[in-house]
């Protein structure tokens, strides 16, 4: 039904070696130039770091990485959406902000999500 308005792209493995190597390259630019994103690389790869040493079961550590990883997620797509608002108009516009505001309030949500599943898991092994 939608092949005629969405045609397929060929997928190669040139292309899709591409694809990483530019992956890549975002990740290496973020944590160059997003000091938000620094932040939080580093404060999760403690966190993360920790995980071994902590008595939480497997799944449980899965859940935990699962959390820190979220953020990261949520972090590298405000930059993304910031840069695409300003692409399309650098005049300052309302609903420009109010989109800029929602996409910093996904990454305090995240946040506050990953601490929550942090204090939810690790808080029965507290004695």
Known sequence: MFS???PVKAKD?????????????????????????????V?????????????TSAFESAILIVAVVLVWITELLIPGLEWTID????????????????????????????VAIWLIILTPYQN
């Open 4 to 6: 005629n308005k969405f």
């Open 13 to 41: 493995n040139e292309r899709d070696f591409k694809a990483f190597i530019g992956s890549i390259n975002v990740l290496r630019a973020a944590l160059r130039h997003e000091q938000a994103f620094q932040q939080e690389v």
């Open 43 to 55: 404060l999760g790869v403690l966190c993360i770091i920790a995980i071994p040493f902590l008595q």
């Open 87 to 114: 692409y399309i108009s650098e005049e300052a516009h309302h609903y420009a902000k109010i989109a800029k505001d929602m996409g910093n309030a996904t990454v305090m949500i995240s946040l506050i999500a990953a």
